[in-house]
């Protein structure tokens, strides 16, 4: 099939299909988690489009986190050139460090080092009384036990299938964006499978939305190489 497999064999669906079975593992509804790339790319996405949704300019996370979460939002920072901050303390201080200064609450669940577990249901309903987004990092908690991200009121959400979900090196990761921010979530990177007409080959970027990529599989009168079209 070469490339018409995108479409006669549906790989461009497999980033939903691979999502939905992974969404009862996390407490999300289907639709509401897409595999692909690396979990450091998926978190960086969450925090892009996290701190497009918030005017102020602080990232909290804590001293027990992965550090490419904070390399990633330490260069995302860098790249937006807002004057955005990173500010880190220790795992037992982040309730207490919730204020409204703070935009974003960027914590990895599960400490890798420790086993140490936050609280996500607590965190999450404090940061939201604040006005504060969150992004929790699943990496050692789905395949682990039982995650409730929509329970819980997660914003964003983002993991691996390596680890507890046993895929093995190289597997991808996956990112849960929260029903309501779906439309309006602002993706950083913004590569073709993002694309509300993907197969159309547009020299300019259209978002897809989270009801609006219907048309996914429609060549756009562009190419039918792909194996698009009826
Ligand atoms: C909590 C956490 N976040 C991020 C990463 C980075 O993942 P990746 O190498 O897929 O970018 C890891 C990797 O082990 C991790 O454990």
Redesign the pocket.
């Known amino acids: 099939m070469l490339i018409t497999a995108w479409n006669r064999a549906g790989w461009i669906d497999l980033p939903r299909k691979l999502g939905d079975r992974i969404a009862p593992l996390i407490g999300a509804a289907p639709q509401a988690v897409q595999v692909g790339d690396?979990?450091?790319?998926?978190?960086y996405q969450a925090l892009g489009a996290a701190l497009a949704m918030t005017n102020r300019k602080v990232i909290l996370s804590d001293q027990g986190?992965?550090p490419?979460?904070l390399y990633m939002a330490q260069g995302l920072i860098h790249t937006m050139g807002q004057g955005h901050l990173l500010r880190t303390v220790a795992p037992e201080a982040v309730e207490a460090a919730l204020d409204e200064t703070v935009g974003v609450l960027m914590l990895?669940q599960v400490d890798?080092r420790t086993g140490r577990r936050h609280d996500m249901a607590r965190l999450t309903a404090r940061a939201h009384e604040l006005g504060i987004m969150t992004i929790w990092?699943l990496?050692?908690s789905a395949g682990a036990f039982p995650v409730h991200l929509e329970k819980a009121g997660a914003d964003f959400a983002?993991g691996?299938s390596?680890?507890y979900l046993n895929g093995g090196p190289g597997a991808p990761?996956f990112i849960y964006i929260a029903p309501q921010h779906r439309d309006h979530a602002h993706t950083v990177l913004n590569g073709w499978l993002g694309h509300a007409t993907p197969f159309a080959f547009s020299l300019d970027y259209t978002p897809a939305t989270g009801g609006s990529n219907a048309d996914r599989h429609s060549c756009g009168g562009a190419n039918a190489d792909f194996g698009c079209g009826p």
């Not at 690396?38 to 978190?43: D, E, F, I």
């Open positions: 690396t979990l450091s790319l998926k978190l986190n992965f490419s979460d990895t890798y990092d990496a050692h983002v691996c390596y680890k990761a």
